[in-house]
């Protein structure tokens, strides 16, 4: 089975772009599926409904993937607690080298990351058959997750890079959005300098399979952006999203991922530079100065410039 997984950073699109691929035939958008465990069972994330709408228990997809994982509640909620005990341990950005160099072919010496790689496998295979799907879209955006998928046996594995200019993701932390927390723009630009970084090494290590997608020309060609994104990953079909730029959403089971995953029907798919006149002028130095180093990188001006639109 085919899993495109998608790294970068939070805020960048990456509910959107993965509710329009999970309209290909076959294909099945799981949203940030590394939370299933702490939404869906222990009670302790941030919101436990699936995209359908319907609580995650009681969704009669991931009600049966849950199901087929543990025997009874009991058993359910120990294997949850072990789930998210192994994200901790072997799964977060700080880990990113080490499944890296596992997954290009290094011997896996701990057993507890052979159990947690074996665990992942698992999950994988039993969304995809329960479902229906040949290919998964986890929005997860953790790196080290990425770079273990590409070790994992029976998994056909690409990363997707998504990167959003730091300054507009941190415009977009300021508000509380639903079931998400606001976060200030030091800690957002810091986050989206780490986990960008350590995406790019997925990209060194397997550079065929690793692309690299700005938010910037996804949302102003959106069209001609998943076309070659299905092109790269040898997606089915053809994204439903005209050449003005709307997409047609029906539902999704989603674990979370942004607000926005439980729209439906049409949804129009525009450049947003809102920041640019909103984000104060310090918190926007702020985010300069700490996203220096790889503004130049992705083209993202030092003083951006209001488009009009």
Known sequence: MKVLYITGWCRSGSTLLGNILGELPRVAHVGELSYLWSNGVLGTGTNPTCGCGEDLRACQMWGKVLSLTAADETELREVAADRQRRHQAHLRTRHTRRRLAEARGRPVQDADVRETLAAMTS????????????????????????????????IDAYALHLVRDPRATAYSWRRAKAYIPAMDVRRSTAYWTGFNIASEWIGAAF??????????DFVAEPARALAALGRWAGLPGTPPVTAGGVATLGENHTVTGNPDRLQRGEVAIRPDDKWIRGLPRGEALTGTVLAAPLLGRYRYPLLPAPTGR
């Open 123 to 154: 999950l994988y295979e039993t969304a995809a058959d329960v479902l229906g799907a040949d290919v998964l879209v986890d929005s997860s955006k953790f790196p080290a997750e990425a770079a273990a998928l590409f070790g994992l046996d029976g």
């Open 207 to 216: 550079p065929g399979r690793y692309r690299r997608l700005r938010y910037e």
